[in-house]
């Protein structure tokens, strides 16, 4: 049994935390962690069943707004640090119910905040310098690129667009003021979309794996050719770890994959994939369906990740086309997990989501 001081995660049970939380304890000598979890519908403890008996790993379940709990749980284990993944992460979501966003990330990470200064002031020597809070968050803050537009760097002028957008770059402004107004030594990380293993089907890759294998209509908002910059998860994951162990106080880092794709590429890219890895007499691209856009829909997002590579050493591992594959392998071999996640409540959110949206036939034709 290590004597370490654990790291104190929030939002484990989630697509990026969890895949944080299985990386770092992969490492025998690994410091312990205390994981708290709403276990909202994106929230899924069997993401953590490899870790079942690791002593290594305790999954607290409760809420980032409760602050007895938050308390109890700075002063039972005097985390070395907080790593705040938790958020409610779906800008469709946010669009047809913003409420429960301006809730977890603003009024959550304001919670936290607090808890974390009343815990860093009873801290000294060692302990004290050692103790960080590392804010998880997003590109979405810094709003929409033209096509020609130079990618976000750090000191690009907020700009959200979505209530998600406008509700994490609320909590990263928070983060900032504790930093400067209180001392609280933290961090911010500004990551570009993430895919991989365990992301819940609500979000493009996963969605449209989900429905090709189901036979269902691939839905692609809009004329397609809307540009993210994709990072393996893993690697997000790595860079987290870095700026945790190397990053300056008060700073904020972008992290990104130098990898931006078209929406429809995408989609193309994975149905090319499934008809390699799981054939059928047709091929998946004839499900592609273009539909009414997403309202506010930013066109671009594209990550300038100078500053994390040149600072820290960071850099992605993972190139696209492999870390594609690879995901594709996960959710094929991991159909009961996709089961699972995609009974009850998703069949409804499927329906909200997508049941006013009509086909559109205007992009047929698009290719990129
Ligand atoms: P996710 O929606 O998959 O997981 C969120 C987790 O937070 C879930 O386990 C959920 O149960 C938990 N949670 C929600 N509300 C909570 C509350 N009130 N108290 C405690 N736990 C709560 O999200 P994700 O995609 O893993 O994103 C994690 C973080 O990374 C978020 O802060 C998000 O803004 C940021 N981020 C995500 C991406 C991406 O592409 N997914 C990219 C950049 C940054
Ligand atoms: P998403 O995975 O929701 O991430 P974000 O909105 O945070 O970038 O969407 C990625 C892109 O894919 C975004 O431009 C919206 C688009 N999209 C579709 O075209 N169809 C869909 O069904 C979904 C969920 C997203």
Redesign the pocket.
Known sequence: MTTQSPLLV??????????FVLRHLRNAAAAPMVN?????????PHNLDSLAGDARHTLVH?????RELVRSLLTTHRPRAIV???????VDRSILGPG?FL???ID?TFNLLECAREHYATLDGAERDAFRFLH?????VYGTLQPDEPAFHEDTPFAPNSP?AAS?AASDHLVRAWTHTYGLPTLI???????GP???PE?LIPLVLSNALNGKPLPVYGDGLQVRDW?F?ED?CSAIETVLAKGRLGETYN?GGNNQQTNISVVRTICTLLDELRPKATAYADQITYVTDRPGHDRRYAIDARKIQRELEWFPAQDFVNGLRLTVEWYLNNQPWVQNVTSGAYREWMDKNYSDRTATSDHKGVTA
């Open positions: 929030t939002g484990g049970a989630g697509f990026i935390g969890s895949n708290l979890d709403a276990l909202t519908y994106a929230g899924n409760g809420d980032i707004l409760d705040h993944f938790a958020a409610e992460s779906h429960a809730k977890t990330n959550g998880v968050s997003t590109d979405e998600y994490k990380t500004n990551c570009s979309n993430n895919y365990f992301q819940f979000k990072l998860v997000h992290i």
